[in-house]
């Protein structure tokens, strides 16, 4: 949601710049700009629209500078329009600012400032900021670094923020609080960004910047401080990332790409943390807390959007296997609600990008309330591994594509390992029973590579519902979270209406939806539930609705009965929902290329929710 870039240093920053917003375009995004400052003049351009769009405006224009900053904006005060992006200007045009986030009290500021004479050019909160700056910086006879600290002590909200002034082109100051920053360390340069994919072209040395931290950069400089004024030591971490896997590698798109990356990111999930002979799983992130995971009450999972139904996932493993109760929360209801919540309890957070806010400010409130806390979470160096007492990775790599799909299986992946981990702390699964399972999760990157294998079968029949306009999508036990996810997937690319339901609630409202031109996709695979599913199947076509079943591979008696099968290898119940998710996202890619639709950035959607 929003991206940011920033660059001082000996190189041309237009390039640079320009670069790093397009690599930010997974994020979500309406309207875009760049500042740059050419020999003490600041030169501003943005455009509504796409990254492309500004490019061409800015065509023929003074681009020059090794001074700038761009921002990609997702709107939230003022609706998308020229005049609403970013950068802003202060009243006297000599500051410069981007920023993501929301400055909650900005109306109150505003009328004040306002009063004092200041004159607004935008309907933003972020306007307000960069006046409110220059007020602190005109009146209080100090620098510009103190005028920044002084005013973000007076706002509230979220925000992560660079700032230019056009009389000091040798100067760069950024600052966040709820919403992410990372520096890039250079030689003599400096990069800033929302995150790690427009630095790693140019170092692999960066500082993830903390909340209510400033830092000052020079070409030759860096100082950060906190809000209070006090120091502090900047900490390099080296990144891990590599720039070949943002690329589309000669996928069309990055989705379909990172649908078939899903063996490999498995197997990087699982890498040194299962061993199959032994029935042993190892998780260093989460070990020193083997003890505490004997003896705890329940535990709560936090998550929004996939990570939710990755984590209705884990719920249906950790209470099968560890035999622990499990409650799973959408964070951002969570946070409003005075959950009852103690010691005893452990708080599971799953976020792919590591900064989503509802999960972080759900994480505060459990923390305060006493309950240790995990992440599951993608990026390394992101907010929530920094705020939790422990977590593991997921090592899913990049994920460009909005439309989740590789960062789900890995985070299933990882709580899955969990919920093994804690039965083998809690003796509540034999040996050799691990040994089993264990062996069997081994082998799924290479079942997943022959459920793969179905993408010709997929995209033939999603030429035939590609103008649907609502789909049903059904399953039992592991298999309702798979469903709801597949039903995200399709409505969020393609823009077709979809609902996921259990599917024994469909005679409970859905089944009246159900006629000859509603699809029904039905997760049908031999388990605990396959004689009620079959059952489903036959209420769904004894009202002429069309059946597309995820099947195990050799089911004939589904197949006499469905419309159309898509087979997936045959698995214990327990891994269900890695298999049987990898059709569903085949089928909602196709189905969104066949309707013309952004696969990659889908209208209205952002990749990292940062604010509420």
């Not at 200041?118 to 910086?137: A, M």
């Not at 923020?161 to 400096?190: F, N, T």
């Not at 709560?300 to 296997?321: F, R």
């Not at 923390?367 to 979470?377: M, R, Y």
């Amino acid at each position: 949601m929003c991206g940011i870039v920033g660059y001082i240093g000996f190189r041309e920053a237009w390039p640079i710049v320009i670069k790093g917003l397009k690599r930010l375009e997974y994020r979500g995004y309406d309207s875009a700009g760049i500042a740059l400052i050419d020999e003490d003049q600041l030169n501003i351009y943005k455009k509504a629209g796409k990254v492309k769009e500004l490019e061409d405006f800015a065509g023929g224009k003074n681009l020059n500078g090794t001074i700038g900053m761009g921002h990609t904006r997702w709107a939230t005060h003022g609706a998308p329009s020229d005049r609403n992006s970013h950068p802003h200007t202060s009243n006297n045009g000599r500051l410069s600012i981007i920023h993501n986030g929301i400055i909650e009290n900005y109306a109150t500021l505003k009328e004040e400032l306002l009063r004092r004479g200041h004159q607004f050019n935008s309907d933003t909160d972020t306007e307000v900021l960069i006046h409110l700056i220059e007020e602190i910086y005109k009146n209080d006879a100090t620098d510009l670094l103190e005028a920044v600290r002084l005013a973000l002590n007076e706002v509230s909200g979220a925000y992560a923020i660079v700032i230019m002034d056009q009389d000091h082109p040798d100067q760069l100051i950024a600052a966040r609080k709820g919403s992410p920053m990372v520096i890039g360390v250079g030689q003599g340069e400096y990069f800033i960004a929302s995150d790690a994919t427009p630095i790693i072209e140019y170092t692999k040395n960066v500082i993830y910047l903390n909340d209510n931290e400033i830092a000052f950069l020079k070409r030759d400089e860096l100082s950060i401080k906190r809000l209070d004024n006090v120091e502090q030591t900047p900490y390099i971490q080296e990144l891990e990332l590599q720039l070949e896997m943002l690329e589309k590698g000669g996928y069309d798109h990055f989705m379909l790409k990172e649908i078939y990356e899903q063996p490999r990111s498995i197997r990087d999930c699982m890498r040194g943390r299962i061993y199959p002979e032994e029935g042993k799983v190892q998780l260093g992130g989460i070990k020193e807390f083997a003890d505490k995971l004997k003896n705890i009450d329940r535990i709560i999972i936090v998550a929004c959007g996939t990570s939710w139904h990755a984590g209705l996932v884990g719920e249906y493993l950790i209470e099968e296997y560890a035999r622990i109760p499990v409650e799973v929360e959408y964070a951002s209801e969570f946070r409003y609600r005075n959950p009852i919540i103690t010691e005893k309890d452990v708080v599971i957070a799953i976020s792919q990008s590591g900064e989503t806010a509802d999960t972080m400010a759900a994480i505060e409130m459990a923390k305060e309330k006493g309950a240790t806390i995990f992440g599951v979470c993608n990026v390394v160096g992101a907010s929530i591994p920094r705020i939790t007492h422990a977590g593991v990775y997921t090592h899913a790599g990049p994920e460009i594509g909005v439309a989740s799909t590789k960062a789900f299986t890995a985070q299933v992946t990882v709580l899955t390992l969990m919920a093994f981990y804690m039965a083998q702390q809690k003796g509540t699964v034999t040996n050799s029973k691990l040994v089993e399972l264990l062996t069997e999760l081994d082998c799924i990157p290479e079942k997943i590579t022959l459920a793969l294998q179905s993408n010709d079968l997929v995209r033939s029949i999603s030429e035939k519902f590609k103008d649907s306009r609502n789909c049903l999508f059904l399953g039992r036990g592991s298999g309702f979270p798979v469903a709801l996810e597949g039903a995200l997937k399709l409505k969020e690319i393609s823009y077709i209406h979809a609902e996921g339901y259990p599917a024994a609630e469909m005679k409970h409202g859905p089944i009246a939806l159900i006629d000859e031109e509603m699809p029904v996709v039905v997760i049908a695979t031999k388990n605990s539930s396959y004689e009620k599913v079959i059952s489903n199947i036959q209420e769904v076509k004894a009202r002429k609705g069309i059946v597309i079943a995820i099947v195990t591979a050799g089911d004939y008696e589904v197949s006499k009965m469905a419309d159309y099968c898509i087979e997936i290898p045959d698995s214990s119940e327990a891994f269900l929902p890695l298999l049987a998710t990898i059709p569903l996202q085949l089928l909602s890619y196709h189905i969104a290329v066949l309707r013309g639709c952004n696969v990659d950035q889908p209208r209205n959607l952002a990749k990292s929710v940062t604010v509420e």
